[in-house]
């Protein structure tokens, strides 16, 4: 995909958590602020899952719509196979190019590239990027799909949930819906 402009989030968005709900209110104000394109940038399968490390808190269908409901104006998915976890840092990079980004937002955790050798640094050194710090809850803990895994594990299910915060998500109107669908007919 290649665009004029925009302001794209990139991240797993493994759950579509109450930190990546962050990321998405941010990257859907600076989008309209700035008069462009709000753009999700997301893997499937999420790479901790890919590598074994983890399962999926949610299918990919569930995290599109649940993305979805942020009316972000696209949703690109990257297919994360065996070709892609070789892509550089240089190269995607590259490919972050052909957005044409005025911004990028991610967590401040975020790697990408082969061997997780690009930062949110690096980022920064291409693109104008806003480092967001982690969403913490209550008690100070870092919202997170790997301690909603542990919760999970932990039978702790409610706890999980009021980290995922999706009872409170207000619905946003179905404006761009056919990106949605797009994404799902292209297999992405």
């Known amino acids: 995909m290649a665009l004029d402009a925009c302001v794209v989030t990139i991240g797993a968005f493994d759950g579509v958590h109450r930190g990546h709900q962050e990321l998405l209110r941010q990257t859907i104000a600076a989008a309209q602020r700035r008069g462009v394109a709000a753009v999700v940038y997301t893997f499937d399968p999420p790479p901790k899952v890919y590598f074994g490390q983890a399962e999926p808190l949610i299918s990919l269908r569930e995290k599109l719509a649940r993305i979805a409901t942020f009316a972000p104006d696209h949703i690109i998915v990257a297919d994360f ?37 690009g930062t949110a640094l ?3 050194q291409h693109f104008n990027t806003r480092i967001l710090p982690p969403v913490r809850c209550g008690n100070g803990e870092v919202v997170s799909s790997s301690r909603i895994r542990s919760l999970r594990r932990s039978g702790l299910a409610a706890a999980a949930a009021t980290l ?4 409170d998500i207000v619905t946003a ?13 292209a297999g992405q």
């Open 122 to 124: 690096l980022l920064r």
């Open 164 to 167: 995922e915060n999706w009872r």
């Open 173 to 185: 109107p179905p404006a761009n819906r056919s990106d949605l669908a797009q994404a799902e007919a």
């Open 81 to 117: 196979n065996q070709f892609y976890v070789r892509r550089t840092a240089a190269d995607f990079l590259a490919e972050l190019q052909r957005l044409q980004p005025r911004e990028v937002i991610v967590g401040e955790d975020f790697r990408f590239g082969s061997c997780k050798g």
